[in-house]
């Protein structure tokens, strides 16, 4: 072995193979770490996420599907409650107070004139050095939970009678949550572009979001959030799940 | 001396492991292509050394335009939909095994050679 080594002792060629192995040793602890970071913000490395790509791309067509069913099925129900209430004067009384009730409860859909609320990100980019005492501070050109919840709450106090957002329809027991990117709304998840649609008066609507210091004004890039009236909106009926597990009807 | 390359890796990788470098993520799969590119180089780097055919651009070059190559593959087939990184990870991993067999066999045959050697002088 001693031969081996004597015979590459003082060769030039190592000191550059050495320089190189350095470069090498850099490159693979930046790889390294950058799959440590992938791997603890999303648990897997970068060559699973094609798979989950396409798994997840099915599973949302899937999901299209189902709440397409639920609600043509929920269109029948109505339609079956119309018809036995037909003929008896009682039936027809309770039938409309029946579907009155439902359409508060946001079961079925609506449709008359409203505002289209489009609420997206910025364009512009946050700076990449946050201050380095606060580096949590919620980026300000992107849409959040409260900005979507705000929007909401303003239609509502402005005469909003149904309001879904992305098409969910929201219900009295209905989230607007920050799951990480992106938004859980009964339970879906949703990034960014969101589309609010309202059945109200639309132009107390808008003039409710634009108020001076108002929502409309709260956001820094005036192209984050779009109003538009309309004369024909259509509402979705809430497609999520229902369970009542633990409130009971109180006993008088 | 022999054991250079193998401290210079180690140090290497301790510079940068103890900084807190953010990439974005999207690189990571390239930048994991570009180890593996430098890797060959230097396996490829250590054979020609000790058959003596080392050659500064040859060497140098080597390793930019490998890395480039493997990192274009990866970016076109991303694009078509094709995993063209693949051809880049099995003839840059298989020439790593070959350049080790052989850099192997040069170690064995004269460290085989050195007690032949011995056993003639005495």
Redesign the interface.
């Given at each position: 072995m001693s031969v081996f080594v004597e015979s590459i002792r003082g060769k030039s060629w190592i000191l550059k193979i050495t320089l190189m192995s350095v470069l090498l040793g850099m490159l693979l602890a930046v790889s390294l770490k950058t799959q440590q970071q992938v791997k603890s913000e999303t648990g897997l490395t970068t060559t699973r996420f094609p798979i989950l790509a396409s798994t997840i791309a099915s599973a949302n067509r899937e999901n299209k599907k189902l709440r397409q069913q639920i609600e043509e099925l929920g269109e029948k129900i109505t339609n079956y409650e119309n018809q036995l209430a037909k003929g008896s004067g009682a039936a027809r009384t309770l039938n409309q107070e029946l579907q009155n009730a439902k359409f508060l409860a946001g079961l079925t859909a609506a449709e008359g004139p409203g505002v289209v609320v489009t609420l997206q990100d910025s364009k512009r980019k946050l700076k990449e050095n946050a201050p380095a005492d606060l580096p949590d501070l919620p980026n300000p050109w992107l849409i959040h939970d409260t900005d979507i919840q705000r929007v909401v709450n303003e239609l509502k106090d402005n005469g909003a009678e149904a309001i879904t957002v992305n098409d969910e329809r929201l219900i009295a027991t209905s989230e607007i949550r920050c799951v990480g990117s992106s938004t859980s709304i009964n339970g879906a998840r949703y990034t960014a572009p969101y589309e609010i649609k309202t059945i109200g008066d639309p132009k107390t609507l808008e003039n409710g979001l634009r108020m001076r210091d108002g929502v409309a004004d709260s956001f820094p890039d005036p192209e984050m959030i779009k109003i538009e009236q309309r004369n024909h909106v259509v509402i979705k009926p809430f497609t999520g799940s229902r369970q009542i597990k633990y409130a009971k009807p109180a006993k008088e | 001396?022999?054991w250079?390359?193998?401290?210079?890796?180690?140090?290497?990788?301790?510079?940068?492991?103890g900084v807190d470098?953010?990439?974005p993520?999207d690189?990571?799969?390239y930048?994991?292509l570009?180890?593996l590119a430098?890797?060959d180089?230097?396996f490829g780097?250590?054979r020609?050394?000790?058959e003596g055919k080392?050659h500064?651009d040859i060497?140098?070059s080597g390793?930019a335009v490998n890395t480039l190559l493997a990192v274009a593959l990866a970016y076109l087939g991303d694009q078509m939909g094709l995993d063209l990184f693949l051809a880049a990870v099995v003839v840059l991993g298989g020439r790593v095994f070959l350049n080790l067999s052989l850099i192997r066999r040069?170690?064995l045959t004269?460290?085989a050679?050195?007690k032949k050697?011995d056993k003639v002088g005495s």
């Open positions: - | 001396m022999a250079l390359p193998v401290a210079g890796l180690v140090v290497g990788f301790l510079i940068v492991y470098v953010r990439v993520s690189l990571a799969s930048l994991s570009a180890s430098g890797l180089s230097i780097g250590i020609a050394g000790i080392f500064d060497f140098a390793f040069y170690w004269k460290a050679l050195s050697m």
